[in-house]
């Protein structure tokens, strides 16, 4: 159904005369933040989004820890890939897409004109669902993010090359073939490339958008173990459709819920993980992580 | 699709025989017209070597392309194809020297930076400029171009192997766009949200990451232009002062390849010793274009490969 939208002067969306945060009664995100030198926690209050005039979410409140694990669950097309492209503005690409509420990044807003989105992208880093690695060497597309920022010295990439690669586990199986072309390794290696690739700008955060959903059981399972691995230094936001994954590798998960197409998506629950998945509050994310529907 | 058929069913036996009848005499219409076009190129190569036979024999192969005098009609004829040869090499470097930095940035632009409003618009426009006549593209140039080059380099003529090369590139444009652009498009959108991701402008991505991945079709491109602009025979025999003899500069008259064979096909004996030459000229022409369509196809190929991970 068409939602009659409208962004305001101010960024905020409107519909129906009056912000939209306003008409729905929000989930609380009762998270404390825990920030102390803690980089790479996101808030999002009131956060709706719109293709066009087509509103597919509303009225999201979340807080996003830093240095951990937070999982994105919830049926098809209820906008999970849609919530995370706005932590890293990548819905600016897309053209047409109204967002509205706000979003900080350690305290600082990063919608609108408030952030430079090619700037918070080298914070908050992106591994898509399909290995896209460049068509180039291996050590070209880890040391791609860092050309862009500007390095330049042979050492300096040559170490950031590497500790982007043992940071997504790939180091042992390529530092013998850095110069070889990406497109001859296996689609877990591309993707673990993918995530060393997002690695080597030094981000704060990694949003990763079913990972593991195009992998074998195995390469699924060392992509798992480099997400363990890296959140001890970065934050992660990871959309997945598999609840036992959700419940392994995550502290949190939020559950995101559209009852029908006729009106947009919310967070219908928010939590630590092993509480979500043993007691939820809410009976709708009891039947969808024990696949009742969705 | 064929069935085991029992003993009993005698009349689906009947059927399967003429649908299988009829799937040969159709495989085999497919068959044909698949191998036509090699037969065609076969039979066009070996009518050319038929018909240049006389010219090797008689003037005598190495002669022929390493003379620099072409006097067809003097007595007794002299037939060095040089100065022919690098006539068209001059105006195709012009001519690539137009259309390769137009058609890539054309198409860069229209694949990476318009809206699809734009990109409808452009598409159209550049499909028209492919449906002009070349004769169209000579009279432009005769009416334009060629004062301005004799006046702006103050030279004697305005008949010269650049004015030709222009105008050349000028129509080898669309080509060069289309097949760029086709090549831009393939590259999967993907890799272009890869690099955004990691804090890219656009520019700093296509010019990093999808102008590199469709450069094997953009030099594919190129290499159709280039054929396109070798084999023009119209514009350039309306440009380029047709001056048989060996070229030192593009600022000089020269004679193409092909504006030879149209020019002096008209006044030759047929069967004769010049008709003869004309063929091997053409069949230089010939192999010349066949090479660069060859070279343009296997890189194409490895591209091809390439994505297919
Ligand atoms: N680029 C777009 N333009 C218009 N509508 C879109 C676009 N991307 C997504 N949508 C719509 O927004 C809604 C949410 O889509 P989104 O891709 O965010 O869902 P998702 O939860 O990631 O689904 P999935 O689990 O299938 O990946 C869907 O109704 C979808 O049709
Ligand atoms: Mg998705």
Do not use: F, H
């Given at each position: 159904m068409v939602t009659p939208v409208l962004v305001s002067g101010d960024g905020t969306l409107v519909y129906n005369g009056g912000p939209v945060s306003a008409t729905v009664p929000a989930v609380r995100d009762e998270a404390i933040d825990t920030t102390g030198d803690a980089r790479g926690s996101f808030s999002l209050a009131g956060v709706s989004v719109a293709y066009g005039k087509d509103?597919?979410?509303?009225g999201v409140d979340m807080h996003i820890p830093p240095q951990a694990v937070t999982a994105l669950i919830g049926p098809?097309?209820?906008g999970k890939s849609t919530l995370l492209r706005c932590l890293n503005r990548m819905n600016d690409e897309l053209g047409n897409v109204h967002i509205g509420g706000t979003i900080t990044l350690d305290g600082q807003s990063i919608m609108g004109k408030a952030m430079d989105p090619v700037e918070l992208r080298m914070r908050v880093g992106q591994v898509f669902q399909r290995p896209n690695p460049f068509p180039m060497s291996i050590y070209d597309n880890v040391a791609y993010g860092p050309r862009t920022q500007g390095v330049r010295r042979r050492g300096e990439l040559d170490g950031l090359v590497e500790e982007s690669l043992k940071g997504a586990a790939l180091w042992e199986e390529v530092k013998k073939s850095l110069k070889k072309h990406a497109f001859e390794l296996s689609g877990g290696q591309q993707q673990r490339l993918c995530i060393a690739r997002a690695l080597a700008t030094k981000p704060e955060v990694i949003l990763m958008d079913e990972?593991?959903?195009?992998?074998?059981p195995i390469s699924t399972q060392q992509i798992e173990d480099t997400i363990a691995e890296l959140k001890s230094s970065v934050t992660i936001v990871i959309v997945t459709h598999n609840m036992q994954q959700a419940a392994r590798i995550s502290d949190r998960t939020a559950f995101m819920l559209?009852?029908?197409?006729e009106e947009p998506a919310h967070l219908v629950e928010i939590g630590d993980t092993k509480k979500m998945f043993t007691n939820p509050d809410d009976e709708r994310t009891e039947s969808y992580i024990t696949g009742r529907f969705g | 699709m064929t069935t085991p058929s029992t003993p009993s069913s005698g009349r689906r036996l009947g059927r399967t025989t003429t649908r299988r009848a009829a799937e040969a005499v159709v495989r085999a219409i497919i068959y044909l017209c698949g191998w036509m076009a090699i037969i065609i190129l076969g039979a066009i190569a070996v009518f050319l070597m038929w018909n240049s036979l006389r010219a090797v024999q008689e003037a005598g192969l190495v002669t022929m392309l390493t003379g620099t005098a072409w006097y067809p009609t003097s007595s007794p004829g002299k037939f060095g194809m040089l100065p022919l040869i690098l006539g068209s090499l001059f105006v195709t470097g012009v001519a690539l020297a137009v259309c390769v930095p137009v058609g890539v940035a054309a198409a860069v632009f229209i694949s990476e930076f318009s809206g699809r409003l734009v990109k409808e618009v452009m598409k159209s426009i550049i499909e028209f400029m492919a449906a002009v006549p070349s004769v169209v593209y000579g009279l432009i140039g005769v009416a334009v171009l060629i004062p301005f080059v004799r006046q702006f380099f103050g030279l004697?003529?305005?008949?010269t192997a650049l004015t030709g090369g222009i105008v050349l590139g000028i129509m080898s444009i669309p080509t060069v766009i289309s097949i760029s652009e086709d090549a831009l498009h393939a590259v999967p959108a993907e890799l272009r949200q890869g690099s955004a991701a990691l804090g890219n402008t656009r520019w700093q991505t296509t010019f990093k990451v999808t102008i590199p991945a469709a450069s094997s079709g953009i030099f594919a491109a190129v290499m159709l232009g280039l054929g396109r602009a070798i084999g023009e025979t119209m514009a350039v025999l309306m440009l380029t002062g047709n001056a048989a003899v060996m070229p030192t500069s593009i600022f000089e008259s020269v004679r193409t390849m092909t504006g030879t064979i149209a020019a002096e096909m008209g006044e030759v004996v047929q069967g004769g010793l010049h008709y003869s030459v004309l063929f091997a000229v053409g069949l230089v022409l010939f192999t010349i274009t066949f090479a660069i369509n060859l070279a343009a196809d296997l890189v194409l190929e490895r591209q091809r490969k390439r994505w297919r991970r």
């Open positions: 509103l597919v979410i509303e098809s097309g209820c990972p593991a959903s195009a992998l074998d559209r009852e029908s197409l | 004697d003529t305005g008949m």
